[in-house]
């Protein structure tokens, strides 16, 4: 069993190949739904620029991200509840070099789907924004007392279409969710 944390739900704990497979498996549902959509609807994919000012900016904003996370979770209990449990389901079974793949798949994915093509085909504008937030905290999601996590990541998706509706660069979402992703593993593994 998991190591139980107070008020939490018993859950079976998964094996390393596990997540990489579930991981992989998601990046790859998520580009074909993003590919799909693209077709279907003609959509064309926020353009993708290797601009150095961008690519500084996607890293700041993914530390960004992560020290707010780290306040945000010294201040709001059910976050921090909710986040350790996330978190050592996930990133407990990993390697330190699968936190690779953690940052990689879901930051380019991800943000391919929610940034790169609903942004654009849904107005690219604010209120393509909110709505590609909630479904992107929605994504989140594993359970109803995973609450406080699913609003923080709505609220990193918020950030991360503005970014994106900001500088019309896909390229600094993608920079910034895999520079999250990475750090904020990397943290919770030296951690632990």
């Not at 407990?92 to 085909?121: C, H, Y």
């Not at 849904?122 to 699913?150: D, E, K, T």
């Amino acid at each position: 069993m998991t190591e139980q944390l107070p008020n939490q739900p018993q859950v079976e704990p998964l094996s390393r190949v596990q997540i990489l497979a579930a991981m992989g498996l998601t990046a790859v549902v998520l580009l074909l739904v993003a590919r799909a959509w693209m077709v279907l609807d003609a959509v064309a994919l926020l353009s993708v620029n290797w601009v150095w000012t961008d690519l500084l900016l996607g890293a700041a904003i993914g530390l960004g991200i992560t020290g707010a996370s780290s306040i945000v979770y010294r201040l709001w209990e059910s976050y921090r509840r909710s986040a350790d449990f996330y978190l050592a389901l996930i990133l407990k079974p990993l390697t330190w070099t699968d936190l690779i793949w953690l940052g990689l798949l879901p930051g380019l994915s991800e943000e391919l789907l929610f940034r790169g093509v609903m942004l654009p085909a849904l107005g690219f504008n604010l209120l393509a924004v909110i709505i590609s937030s909630v479904c992107f905290g929605v994504l989140h999601f594993s359970g109803s007392q995973q609450l406080p996590y699913v609003i923080w990541a709505t609220v990193i998706g918020a950030v991360l279409g503005v970014s994106a509706l900001a500088t019309g660069n896909l390229m600094v979402p993608i920079l910034a969710h895999v520079t999250t992703n990475l750090v904020s593993g990397l943290m919770w593994k030296f951690d632990r």
